[in-house]
């Protein structure tokens, strides 16, 4: 595609958008926030329980970019930069809600794990998913660290490339697979529990591996 | 393949994401081996129904931008106007400044912190190769050559003298001050523990920018055998307790800009996490790293 023509790249769209913001153009931010506040918002409502809150964090990852445009450089593309605060944003709010003995996030009742594995008031999905499979995902992501959690969310949930994924998350690309793996295992774990136990050969030792 | 090899790489190859030629190096061990043939299925199993299991997302109780905008233009003075000074330079820079003081003690053992901080020594100066380009000071600029600064003894000169590593030895690479692209920063398992750099290394450079990009936090390290493991710079707010018990001024970085540059032998560099929801604290995680001109990284500061 070429570069002048009038269907930019979105990356392109947002690098224009970016610099007249660093400039102060507020029109232009807000313009930003329009393009990737669905994106933010799946990051970060999927892994905090209550709605509030995820709002809350939503709107602070915003804010953060705007403090922090200075600081973008152009090197990442800007959604990744951004989604990057919003990862670090729900991390850290996710921890302060457990110092705090707020919401529990294994609580079943409110966890995020409902809200990941929910049918929606019946959105129809592209294959259904049944009962047995619902509850032993919810129980897998209650059993995962804020980590895998995260990992899980942002690479089968959000889709992102998992060397994005390694980007946003700080780590290398062999860890979010070696994430994802482990996850993948805990999900199988949990369904054969549900089971009750029929792929039994070798499920225990499969637990140990992190 | 081992099995165990094969397990590093099962995820990928579930996930359709690995190269012909290693999917193939591993689809012949899956022929002969039924646990990881098992496992791979597993795999791809767990994986269509964590798909499927995605729910659709709720619409935010208010527009999101509408919201965001409120509060870009309460009066709350610092949220107004993108920050002028990118305070992740900012930390950097002082960080640097600290790793200064730092390289300055272990080099030369007499340095006091606070007078790394303001400016290299002007005996690391004063011995730099002739022939590679002048030193880059970027950043924090010495406050004027200030009186109360002792002087460089002739025996600091000396030592760092004989174990200088001149410049022309390193790869072109090392003695800029680009950051190179990867670096590996923390001894991996089975390497000998880190250790103080060795005495004499007082030419360093750091990198023209930020090592780590906002939202950019760690690196990761593939050795010999390919095996990728990952280290993490981890946002943490520093007490003022901790900065006084380190003797490290961490919170007002003189000036912006990278601290230093000098060519030289073996490099520090300075990672600082991104934590742009903490933009009120003045210091933060922070990790420093010596690359020996061997291409030996030991972390020298990480807190």
């Not at chain 1, 905090?48 to 450089?73: H, K, T, Y």
């Not at chain 1, 990744?80 to 302060?96: D, F």
């Not at chain 2, 709720?58 to 931008?65: I, K, L, Q, R």
């Amino acid at each position: 595609m070429s570069p002048s023509a009038g269907l930019r790249q979105p990356e392109e769209a947002d690098a224009a958008l970016v610099h007249k913001a660093r400039s102060g153009d507020l029109n232009s931010f807000g313009e930003l926030v329009r393009r990737h506040e669905r994106t933010v918002q799946g990051i970060v409502t999927r892994m905090i329980p209550s709605s509030d809150d995820a709002e809350d964090v939503v709107q602070e990852v915003f804010v953060s970019a705007w403090q922090g445009l200075q600081r973008f450089r152009g090197d990442a593309r800007f959604s990744t930069w951004l989604h990057t605060i919003a990862v670090n944003a729900t991390l850290k709010r996710i921890r302060q809600m457990r110092r705090h003995g707020q919401v529990s996030l294994d609580d079943p009742e409110s966890g995020t794990a409902e809200r990941l594995a929910a049918d929606a008031a019946g959105q129809p999905f592209e294959q259904a998913v049944s009962a047995e499979e619902k509850a032993a995902v919810r129980r897998a992501l209650q059993n995962l660290s804020d980590n895998h959690r995260m990992t899980v969310v942002l690479y089968y949930f959000e889709e992102h490339p998992c060397e994005e994924i390694a980007r946003m998350m700080g780590c290398s690309v062999g860890t979010v697979w070696s994430r994802l793996h482990y996850a993948c295992k805990k999900l199988k774990q949990e369904l054969r529990d549900l089971r009750g136990g029929d792929g039994a050969p070798g499920a225990r030792g499969e637990r140990s591996d992190a | 393949m081992n099995c165990r090899r094969a397990r590093h790489i099962l995820m990928q190859e579930a996930a359709g994401a690995l190269d012909e030629k290693r999917s193939r190096a591993l689809r012949g061990h899956l022929e002969r081996c039924p646990a990881c043939a098992a496992e791979l299925e597993d795999l791809r199993e767990a994986g269509r129904i964590f798909r499927r299991a995605r729910a659709p997302l709720a619409d935010p109780s208010s527009p999101v931008w509408e919201s965001v905008r409120e509060q870009l233009q309460a009066p709350a003075g610092r949220k107004n106007a993108p920050a002028r000074r990118p305070l992740l330079w900012g930390v950097a820079t002082s960080f640097a400044a600290a790793a200064l003081a730092i390289a300055g003690y272990f080099t030369l053992g007499t340095f006091t912190p606070q007078e790394g901080l303001d400016s290299p020594p002007a005996a690391l100066r004063s011995v730099a190769p002739q022939e590679a380009p002048p030193p880059q000071v970027r950043g924090p600029q010495p406050p004027a050559q200030s009186a109360e600064r002792p002087p460089v003894t002739a025996a600091e000169k000396s030592s760092f003298a004989q174990a200088k590593v001149p410049a022309a030895s390193l790869p072109a690479a090392r003695r800029s001050s680009a950051m190179p692209p990867y670096r590996p920063h923390r001894p991996m398992a089975g390497r000998p523990a880190p250790e103080a750099p060795p005495a004499g290394v007082v030419a360093w450079s750091l990198p023209a920018a930020p090592v780590a990009e906002a939202g950019r936090g760690g690196y990761g390290d593939t050795d010999a055998a390919g095996t990728t493991r990952d280290f993490h710079l981890r946002p943490r707010a520093v007490s003022d307790h901790e900065k006084r018990s380190k003797g490290l001024l961490l919170a007002e970085p003189p000036t912006e800009g990278p601290a230093a540059a000098w060519a030289g032998g073996g490099e520090i560099s300075a990672g600082v996490a991104p934590a742009p929801d903490e933009l009120e604290e003045s210091a933060r995680a922070l990790e420093m790293v010596y690359t020996s001109p061997d291409g030996r990284a030991r972390t020298i500061l990480d807190y």
